[in-house]
């Protein structure tokens, strides 16, 4: 079954974008969380999110003091605009990838999940490792190249040059939509 998780969608990150780019990103984004749910599949929402003396953050975060993603506040929360829903799972993170620390192994196991459509920000860092994790647990990646983004564009164009083909095989969001009620296809 096909699975969509959408990476680090929320107001602290996207209030850094251009309001174009952003609302972009978040139409694309909710394309196909629509999409899913029409074809009754899963949506995973992964949020980044610390305590407040960031006991529990990265270390480049503890090492400078880098207060960012601090729990309870408006800036962990999904942004404004997404379609996201209650029967929706939520999943909190502590470092880059959404496998690291959390039970989205387990989860996917659980949906009898094969095939998983990553979106979500940013392409280079948090995207590019959950797309590695995932891979290296046997699971068929494909990313949603206009919904997914980066502050960093360069770094973004490399790691979707590295990854499509080897890793994950990136798809427009219309050919991801063209699926119907069917695994989505890797070939």
Known sequence: MPVLIVIDMLNGFLAQWEPEQRSKLIENTNRLVRHFRSCGWPVIWIRQEFEADLSDAFLEMRDRNIVANIKGTREVEIAEGLD??????????KRYSAFFGTDLDIILKELNAGEIVLCGINTHACVRMTAIDAYQRDYQVILAREATGSYDDEHAAVTLRYLDGKIVRVLSVAEITAAQNAPISFR
Do not use: L, S
């Open 84 to 93: 996201i829903d209650v029967g929706d799972i939520v999943i909190v993170k």
